[in-house]
């Protein structure tokens, strides 16, 4: 599974060019069917249907799914929605309120503020690596009142960093650059 971004004209143009590298062995994709399509849910009650491209390594053999960094690994809501629920929290809301001003069930956003929790200080400390190399002159968040605030704070930062480093990647959100920091793993139980 590798993030790529949510042109698939341009996902099809790199593939067809060889430019895409597999996270195994560094070999190079090529076009290899498509995932299942799915519908992924946005703000409020907007939907995205996606069918990522599947793809090939042609040194190892292994397939690898191209996931839009909009979403998340195994998550039906976009990366931008967690990553409100988890500011949100981050600035002392609980799950129920963040539910009713996100439109969702208060067990699913219990199931993402849960999930976060408990891996956020190796996500700080992966963020702060990444804002680290990719900052000119990086400025860690200082701390604040909890290994889940820091968590979020430094995905910002790094994220913003990147933007900073990288203009000609345009605007990209800042939860599309952790999903595609994080490989899409975010809140998946395991970490590339
Ligand atoms: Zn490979």
Avoid at 41 to 59: F, I, K, Q
Avoid at 144 to 156: E, G, I, K, Q, Y
Avoid at 163 to 187: D, H, K, T
């Amino acid at each position: 599974m590798l993030t790529v971004e949510v042109d698939a004209g341009s996902v099809e143009r790199r593939l067809a060019a060889g430019e895409l590298s597999c996270p195994g062995c560094s070999g190079r994709l090529g076009p290899w069917g498509w995932a299942r399509r799915r519908v992924l849910r946005g703000s409020g009650e907007s939907m995205l249907a996606v069918m990522p491209r599947r793809s090939r390594c042609s040194l190892c053999l292994v397939t690898h799914v191209l996931l839009p960094v909009v979403a998340l690994l195994r998550r039906a809501d976009l990366a931008e929605v967690v990553g409100r629920a988890l500011v949100a929290k981050a600035r002392g809301s609980g799950a129920r309120t963040i539910a009713a001003l996100l439109g969702r069930p208060p067990d699913t956003v219990r199931g993402w503020l849960r999930r976060f929790d408990s891996r956020a200080e190796m996500v700080r400390r992966v963020f702060t690596g990444l804002l680290v190399d990719v900052a000119p002159d990086p400025v860690v968040p200082a701390a604040m009142c909890s290994v889940f605030a820091d968590a979020v704070a430094v995905v910002l930062g790094a994220a913003r960093a990147v933007l900073i480093r990288w203009p000609r990647l345009g605007e990209v959100p800042a939860w599309q650059a952790a999903s595609a920091a994080s490989n899409g793993r975010l809140l998946s139980p395991s970490w590339p």
